[in-house]
């Protein structure tokens, strides 16, 4: 998937105001109309044209554009940096000229997913105001206990001279236990103010996980990768293994192989029923650092009667 740089498909700085960019459109949409126009490319860069200022026009959509920075260039390969839109709150107002369907991949992989929510409608004079939505990372941990969090989003808007500009505004957020990804919470009229006396809108907080060092989630349940030693795994072993609710015992079975998966049940995240923690064996050699080491492996490989590739027929 290539970026594309609006700025450059519209002919404008970067920090180019609203009506700049809404003259450059119209000058470039008479001059590329399919219907009007000569140039062989007519109908591919109206297209474009129409996509780009979808995106430049709208104060939510061309910050969290503006976000992915300017270390890309048009044409060049491109693909969204994992939670690029975490922190950042929108009015989820939708699309004027169409759905993300309408538009090329790269616009469909920024917009189609969180910027899809309806507009507000037409304002009466007490309308309630518009929701708002952001999406938020959190640790395991918090999900694990429930927690109390200071989060700061990022809230763009457009000043008197028509300049987009990013404020930042910082809420004290209560996170239940037990929330899983993509669910939400609410935090009731936090969204745009109403009109004319009318009722605040809400925020949704669409929660996300960082990345943890240890733990795989899926669902409810938790995967980790367990290093064990060779003799532990042959023989048997009972070691000690992390958990979110703390170190607990683990019954490695005699004649356990790589990636074998044993269940502590009810070891994973909290809910209805209890996730499961999943350790998955994985075997770590010994180093042979020493002359000692060395000899030692020359020792089994000369003692031990085992093909690891007996199965594969050579």
């Not at 960019?21 to 007519?42: F, G, Q, T």
């Not at 969204?191 to 990345?211: C, P, S, T, V, W």
């Not at 899926?218 to 293994?241: I, N, S």
């Not at 015992?249 to 502590?264: A, C, N, Q, V, Y």
Request: negative net charge; proline residues 5%; aromatic residues 10%.
């Amino acid at each position: 998937m290539q970026f594309k740089d609006y700025y450059q498909i519209m002919g404008v700085a970067r920090d180019a105001t609203e009506d700049e960019i809404k003259r450059a459109y119209r000058k470039l949409a008479r001059k590329y109309h399919p219907d009007v126009s000569k140039e062989p490319d007519a109908e591919t860069r109206f297209k474009e044209l129409g996509e780009a200022y979808e995106v430049l026009k709208d104060a939510d959509k061309r910050t969290a554009y503006d976000q992915l920075g300017t270390n890309f260039k048009g044409g060049q390969e491109f693909r969204p940096p994992p939670d690029w839109d975490a922190g950042f709150e929108f009015s989820g107002g939708g699309f004027t000229g169409g759905d993300a369907a309408d538009y090329s991949d790269f616009f469909a992989s920024l917009f189609g997913r969180d910027f899809r929510a309806g507009g507000a409608g037409r304002a009466s004079s007490h309308a309630r105001g518009e929701d708002h939505h952001a999406k938020v990372l959190i640790d395991l941990e918090d999900t694990y206990q429930g927690a109390t969090r200071i989060i700061t989003l990022r809230v763009p808007g457009v000043d008197e001279q028509g300049h987009v500009v990013t404020t930042e505004r910082v809420l004290n957020v209560t996170i239940p236990k037990g929330i899983r990804e993509g669910q939400h919470i609410r935090l009731s009229g936090q969204g745009h103010a109403g009109a004319g006396g009318g009722k605040a809108g809400d925020l949704y907080l669409q929660i996300e996980f960082r990345a943890h060092p240890l733990y795989r989630v899926d669902g409810r349940d938790l995967y980790f990768d367990l290093p064990v030693a060779p003799w532990e795994a042959a023989l048997g072993a009972t070691v000690q293994v992390p958990t979110l609710g703390g170190v607990v015992e683990l019954k490695i079975p005699e004649g356990s192989g790589s990636g074998r998966k044993l269940r502590l049940k009810g070891r994973g995240l909290p809910g209805d029923p209890l996730g499961d923690c999943y350790v998955v064996l994985t075997i770590a050699l010994p180093p042979a650092d020493s002359e000692a080491d060395k000899a030692f492996y020359r020792k089994m490989a000369q003692e031990m009667n085992f093909n690891p590739r007996a199965k594969l027929g050579v």
